[in-house]
């Protein structure tokens, strides 16, 4: 057989794949004859010695020919303008395998739309459409749809790039501020492809995974125990557990969360954030909420129930009033919430964990959300541009994820969030409600996380080949 020109009879009975199955045999079988049916003289060592390389390389090169004599991979990027019907024409992709990836990428998959940037790849065999991939430029991984020879399409699915996870152990000394101690200390020499900040893009992603653990710190972990502001001393000392998330394919690495942290003050004293899993309250329903939460040593709760406030820096424009002049309707009526003024698209969050009970269009609220917590006590939040994504009615949230974004729909006459609160039914006001702090852990719970504790902290020793501080006092004495 010949690798280009004619077939002869019975070779054009043997279906196109068959032939590819046929060649990639023979060539595995290759290998393993060089590999394993050859005499070892060379010393060992080097897990790919020299001529096995060699060998190996010349067998690439003649699949990588057998490939290129059947295989044309097409690919086109989006400009300015662009859409998604010219991306694929671009690559070669018509008639009825058009109509197909467009209901397909639309319907099926949801990518409604394309942004500049954005790449498809067609895969061809032989002048036959085998596959068609398209790569959102700012997402890990790519829509794929899978052709049958006679056009119709047999899969489709969203394939998430190749990734893992790994732990790592963090000590920072405070010199003069804790930013400059995680750029110090914090981010991982494997960040970027090269190890080095070296372009805009590596810069940027350098800023956001710094701004991500100072974050974490400060407004999640020991956001009701450090005052980030007047409390942060030279000669602090910060002990991370952090996971990340690793892309081989790429070689970049990102930051998925904080698994526990200490903070130690250089004037005496520390604070901990200890990390459980659990189910944190009976309205989630059983086995759907559990969560990964964190605790003081002795199981107290690092968080109240409640968020102060719903957006973060949002401006109060009305107050909680039993009576107040309405600025639309033109005529007073009790104003049952507060009033946050903030940037349209501002994300609201949940300010505390509960179930969804509205979300929707509700009269002069516009597009509103309600959330039942424990406790007696159900928020609500509207005048939405829009809801988040992946949630509905019955989800269960978790204090501080986001449920939507500042808008002005219903009865409004600017971009805000209507934020209220009711106890056992009755509207109260959020800003003077005295608020009862998160459930501790107890009973069997409590006594797993102090097990769990000490197992934790021996582990974080050994990662981090010293001692991690304990306090002074401990409860479990």
Known sequence: MM???GYSSAERRVPTYARMVLILLFLAGAVVTVFFGRTRTEPAGSAWPSGHREVLGSLLDSLNTVLADTLDIRTSAVGEGGTLGGLLFSC????????????TFIDSLGWTSVHVGDTLEAVFVRET??????????????????????GSASDWCWVPSERWSRIRTVELEVSSSVWESIVEAAVPSDLTPTGLIVTHRDSVREISYVKEIENELANRLFAYD???????????RIWLMIEETRYPGSSETSLRRII??????????????????????????DGSAIVLDHYHRDGASLRTMFLKMPVPFGRISSVFSTSRMHPVLGYSRAHTGIDYAAPLGTEIYAVGDGIITVRGVCGGYGNMVRIRHSNTYETGYGHMNGFAPSQEVGSYVRQGDIIGYVGSTGLSTGPHVHFEMKKNGVYVNPATEILPPADP?????L???LDQLAVLERTWSIMSDVEVPVPETDPQE
């Open 3 to 5: 690798l280009s020109g």
């Open 92 to 103: 070669g992709v018509e008639g009825s395998r058009y109509s197909t990836c467009v209901s």
């Open 129 to 150: 459409l085998l596959e068609v991939r398209a790569r959102p430029r700012r997402t890990r991984g790519y829509y794929r749809i899978s052709f049958l020879p006679d």
């Open 226 to 236: 450090i005052d980030f502001y007047h409390d942060v001393q030279p000669g602090d």
């Open 260 to 285: 526990a942290a200490k903070y130690v003050f250089a004037l005496g004293g520390m604070t901990e954030a200890i990390p459980f899993f659990h189910q944190p309250d009976s309205i989630a329903p």
């Open 441 to 445: 852990l107890e009973g069997e719970d």
């Open 447 to 449: 006594e797993l996380y």
